[in-house]
């Protein structure tokens, strides 16, 4: 059997989803890193992580939005390493959808990405997970508890993920153990963000300063390989914020 842990970690090319990668990767697992456009970076990631150890990272290609696809990323995963340990559902999208202007393509596009693709993302995952006595981790957020304005859709879509949390912790326990990470403010969209906004944010989190992406990936290391006793959690990692309303 491979010798090592792997972990199959979706929208793994950048942001939170590279630093995710590299923590585990220094934490000992092997990695197969999903991405959808971003090839290049997905590249550079392979190559930084392959220069560390060879044979530890696989990049592999896939619209989560298309089913098929689904079982394929686990299947290539188990192909390549024959094993899997951990899944790390990541990859999101995020987009305003003010009321009166939502469509339903938007509907499926952001609920195919948060919550339908990490369902069944687990589902055929389950059996090698179960065989390696596995864990899941899913990036949910903090407004999968309370509303974000304009993003009704969105925050549907994250409350949806945090009751697979608990529903997949049910079903697959005892052997595998499943839990999230709600980020609050740790990266501004690649767009930038308004000023005001985010200072009026950080007004609003008593630990006074953005999230690091490393302490995210952190977070996740510890509910993979040290939280042997917690399931069906939703770890904030939020500095407070949802403290203040």
Same mark, same amino acid.
């Given at each position: 059997?491979?010798?090592?842990?792997?972990?199959?970690?979706?929208?793994?090319?950048? #942001?939170?989803?590279?630093?995710?990668?590299?923590?585990?990767?220094?934490?000992?697992?092997?990695?197969?890193?999903?991405? #959808?456009? /971003?090839?290049?970076?997905?590249? /550079?990631?392979?190559?930084?992580?392959?220069?560390?150890?060879?044979? /530890?990272?696989?990049?592999?290609?896939?619209?989560?939005?298309?089913?098929?696809?689904?079982?394929?990323?686990?299947?290539?995963?188990?192909?390549?390493?024959?094993?899997?340990?951990?899944?790390? !559902?990541?990859? /999101?999208?995020?987009?305003?959808?003010?009321?009166?202007?939502?469509?339903?393509?938007?509907?499926?596009?952001?609920?195919?990405?948060?919550?339908?693709?990490?369902?069944?993302?687990?589902?055929?995952? *389950?059996?090698?997970?179960?065989?390696? #006595?596995? *864990?899941?981790? !899913?990036? *949910?957020?903090?407004?999968?508890?309370?509303?974000?304005?304009?993003?009704?859709?969105?925050?549907?879509?994250?409350?949806?993920?945090?009751?697979?949390?608990?529903?997949?912790?049910?079903?697959?326990?005892?052997?595998?153990?499943?839990?999230?990470?709600?980020?609050?403010?740790?990266?501004?969209?690649?767009?930038?963000?308004?000023?005001?906004?985010?200072?009026?944010?950080?007004?609003?989190?008593?630990?006074?300063?953005?999230?690091?992406?490393?302490?995210?990936?952190?977070?996740?290391?510890?509910?993979?390989?040290?939280?042997?006793?917690?399931?069906?959690?939703?770890?904030?990692?939020?500095?407070?914020?949802?403290?203040?309303?």
């Amino acid at each position: 059997m491979h010798p090592r842990p792997v972990a199959l970690i979706t929208g793994a090319a950048k #942001r939170i989803g590279a630093e995710i990668a590299r923590r585990l990767h220094a934490a000992g697992y092997d990695l197969a890193l999903h991405y #959808r456009g /971003s090839a290049t970076e997905a590249r /550079s990631l392979v190559a930084e992580l392959e220069t560390l150890r060879a044979g /530890s990272a696989l990049a592999l290609q896939a619209d989560l939005a298309e089913f098929d696809r689904l079982p394929e990323l686990i299947a290539q995963t188990v192909g390549r390493y024959g094993r899997l340990d951990a899944l790390v !559902n990541n990859a /999101s999208s995020f987009r305003p959808t003010p009321l009166g202007t939502a469509t339903p393509a938007d509907w499926d596009d952001l609920f195919a990405a948060n919550a339908r693709a990490p369902f069944f993302l687990a589902q055929a995952a *389950a059996p090698h997970l179960k065989a390696a #006595r596995g *864990a899941i981790v !899913n990036l *949910a957020d903090i407004y999968a508890e309370r509303p974000l304005r304009g993003h009704a859709v969105y925050c549907m879509a994250k409350a949806a993920l945090a009751m697979a949390t608990k529903s997949l912790a049910l079903e697959l326990a005892p052997e595998v153990r499943v839990n999230a990470v709600a980020p609050g403010a740790i990266l501004w969209p690649e767009g930038g963000a308004d000023a005001s906004k985010e200072k009026a944010l950080l007004a609003r989190t008593p630990l006074a300063r953005t999230g690091t992406p490393e302490e995210i990936a952190e977070a996740v290391r510890w509910l993979l390989q040290d939280a042997r006793y917690t399931t069906g959690q939703i770890l904030r990692v939020d500095g407070g914020r949802l403290l203040e309303g």
